[in-house]
């Protein structure tokens, strides 16, 4: 097994509160053209020792380019320091959320939280559920529980190797 994925779901309820944007932190939409942007912040986020695959930036900017996906940036003093992303399925009435990233120097002050905001988009699109994947056991799936998410199901990868 190289890994363990849980999807978590919600139902999407009328005026949801938005968590409070922490101090000193400004988020805002961003548009298709700053997905380098939010792909860094990811590569950093993700291999904060640096050396990330070397098709990290190939595989996730585009996501961020999607039709129907609402992004957004976290900013500290101007500097982007998070992002998220959902995509908006309204044929299955989901907002699948992806792409939350924070840079390590800027975790564990609710900033991830705080860009829960993407959920108006979902709200506004007439959306029932917001789903999201998770590597199971993560600090991720802790702050998506703590947002009422629930455990769907869990999903093993499994790799044999062919001598």
């Known amino acids: ?12 309820q009328p005026n949801e509160p938005i968590p409070e944007i922490p101090e000193g932190i400004n988020i805002r939409p961003t548009d298709s053209g700053q997905a380098g942007v939010a792909a860094d912040i990811s590569s950093r986020s993700f291999f904060p020792e640096g050396n990330p695959p070397e098709e990290f930036h190939r ?11 609402v992004t957004l940036l976290a900013w500290a003093d101007e500097k982007p320091v998070a992002s998220a992303a959902g995509l908006i399925i309204a044929d299955h009435d989901v907002f699948a959320m992806f792409g939350d990233a924070t840079l390590p120097e800027f975790r564990r002050r609710g900033i991830q939280s705080a860009l829960q905001a993407r959920l108006q988009a979902a709200e506004e699109a007439g959306l029932d559920l917001a789903a999201v994947v998770t590597q199971g056991g993560s600090t991720s799936q802790r702050n998506y529980e703590r947002m009422g998410f629930r455990v769907a199901y869990s999903k093993a990868t499994l790799v044999k190797t062919f001598e």
Not at 2 to 12: G, K, M, P, Q, S
Not at 59 to 69: A, E, K, R, T
């Open 59 to 69: 595989w996730i900017g585009p996501m961020y380019q999607y039709p129907g996906v």
């Open 1 to 12: 097994m190289t890994e363990l994925n849980n999807v978590l779901y919600r139902r999407l």
